[in-house]
């Protein structure tokens, strides 16, 4: 999924008030952090992820791998140690995004 740099301000000013649901840590990505992302976004559609120090990923790295191993996933910002991931739910989105 690709999105548009006005989706991607949308999403930007949304994401903004959350706090991080996820924590990439020591152990990185792997099929836990995985497993515990997708159960998240069977929630929400929009998630933080943070990246601790002690992690082996830089966040760039983290982000992409984690957007490429959940199917719909797409990287909206990186900052600091903290990705923020969008995936529309497949049935009832609730993110309404510009056109693009």
Known sequence: MEITPK???HLKSLAHHLKAVMFVGKE???EQTIRSLEEAFNTRELLKVKVLEAAPVELRDGARELA???PGAVVVQTIGR???LYRPDPEK???QLPPA
Do not use: F, K, L, M
Request: aromatic share 0%; charged share 25%.
């Open 68 to 70: 490429e191993r959940i």
């Open 28 to 30: 990185g990505v792997n």
């Open 93 to 95: 989105p609730e993110i």
């Open 82 to 84: 903290i990705a923020v």
């Open 7 to 9: 989706q991607r301000a």
